[in-house]
């Protein structure tokens, strides 16, 4: 796969299919959620004022609606890269998604049986599976090295040999510490131990390419509201993944409608319309205009240019915190492809809420907190409730803004 492409339209150009990055306001909280091109926002109000109507009932507007949400799943799939190997299920969050996974696999796993959750992992891939062990089954974390901030592939495998291990629940990429973990790996060793991967994609989509298919996950996960989308979550599922668990929807909806049987209430219909309207600012950025069908060729270019737009953006900040005294970069030290912009940091004399306070002042959206990495943030001896600071950018992002960020900090922090 290529690692840059040509033809991707100027900052300017993308800026100017966001209104609300007009008001100048700074946009470093990316993490929590992403800002919508105005394609989304159309795509909704329109079809709230032509179809907003009940699937399946047969009559034209009705036709439109319940074919906009199928099209809806396929094109989050795409997206994904498995449509030629699983199903993609769309819910309100990931959380949610993540939570009606854990209570399906209660009805299918059997006390003894082990999972294995990630230190690194942000808390609704981490929470919903303890809930598991009143049924009898054991929950153990794979433990976070303190030194490489990692959870080590050798570690997973002296875990993976004391056998009965049916899931391994861990990050692509930790939405607190920003390194890019190799999810084929760790696949490849969680399967030869006979066990599934859950995977949680939410910091890792809105930066690069997702590719369920070439990695050959059993679960992933990702919230499209922080993908330049809707507020609802996807889950993608390998197909035989999906095939032996049943989904909690009515007991008379057949077992293998899939995705419904999966999609309590079914999924958001104007949502699934936003869905949609996501495909045209993606062929932009990829360089084809703004029309046409959007491929799979067409996904793989964007996301390939987000993360050239991406780079110098984390480079510029991380040189900075790395070297400026009083500061410590909680996560890779460095600003190369292996990590994403999602940079949190401490400051020795300031108090994280303190200091995240100061800069919005300044105009700036950055967050303290955990994150929700709670329990990470408890081994590393960051009290979660203060937590870090965290500036996340995007490729929408400027420069200048990650400049008037250092400035800030500059102003806010004592020599």
Not at 38 to 45: D, Q
Not at 188 to 199: C, E, L, P, Q, S
Not at 330 to 355: C, D, M, N, W, Y
Request: with cysteine; net charge neutral.
């Amino acid at each position: 796969m290529p690692t840059s492409v040509a033809g991707t339209p100027t900052l300017a150009q993308i800026r100017s299919r966001f209104p609300s990055l007009a008001s100048g306001f700074a946009y470093l909280e990316n993490a929590g959620g992403s800002q919508v091109p105005a394609f989304v926002a159309h795509g909704i109000r329109d079809y709230m004022l032509t179809s907003y109507v009940q699937l399946g009932a047969g009559y034209p507007q009705s036709d439109v609606a319940t074919d906009t949400v199928a099209r809806a799943h396929a094109f989050v799939n795409r997206i994904m890269g498995g449509e030629a190997t699983g199903h993609v299920i769309l819910g309100p969050s990931t959380t949610q998604l993540l939570t009606m996974l854990v209570g399906c696999y209660s009805r299918e796993l059997k006390p003894g049986d082990r999972i294995l959750v990630a230190e690194t992992g942000h808390e609704a891939n981490i929470g919903p599976w303890f809930a598991l062990e009143r049924f009898g089954v054991k929950v153990e974390v794979w433990p976070v090295d303190p030194e490489s901030l990692t959870c080590r592939i050798d570690t997973l495998q002296a875990l993976l040999e004391g056998g009965q291990v049916k899931i391994v629940a861990l990050p692509h990429v930790s939405n607190l510490l920003g390194g890019i973990v190799d999810v084929a790996a760790i696949t490849r060793a969680v399967h030869d131990a006979g066990a599934r991967v859950v995977v949680d994609g939410v910091a890792y989509a809105p930066h690069r390419p997702i590719d369920v298919a070439a990695w050959n996950v059993d679960w992933y996960v990702y919230s499209t509201y922080k993908v330049y989308g809707p507020h609802m979550g996807a889950l993608y599922g390998r197909a035989d993944a999906v095939e032996e668990l049943t989904g909690p929807n009515h007991f008379f909806v057949p077992r293998n409608l899939i995705p419904y049987k999966f999609q309590l209430g079914g999924a958001c219909h104007e949502g699934c319309a936003g869905l949609l309207s996501l495909g045209p600012y993606l062929n932009f950025l990829a360089g084809a205009g703004e029309n046409g069908q959007t491929t799979r060729e067409m996904v793989v270019r964007a996301f390939l240019a987000m993360a050239d737009l991406e780079l110098p953006l984390q480079k510029l900040l991380i040189d900075y915190l790395r070297e400026r005294r009083g500061l410590k970069v909680i996560g890779p030290q460095h600003g190369e492809r292996s990590r994403v912009t999602t940079i949190s940091f401490l400051a020795s004399k300031r108090r994280s809420s303190e200091l995240a306070t100061a800069l919005n002042r300044h105009g700036l959206g950055v967050r303290s907190g955990s994150a929700y990495a709670y329990r990470l943030c408890q081994k590393l001896g960051i009290d979660p409730e203060e937590g870090v600071v965290r500036a996340s950018m995007v490729h929408y992002n400027m420069l200048d803004e990650v400049r008037r960020l250092i400035e800030a900090l500059e102003t806010e922090l004592p020599n």
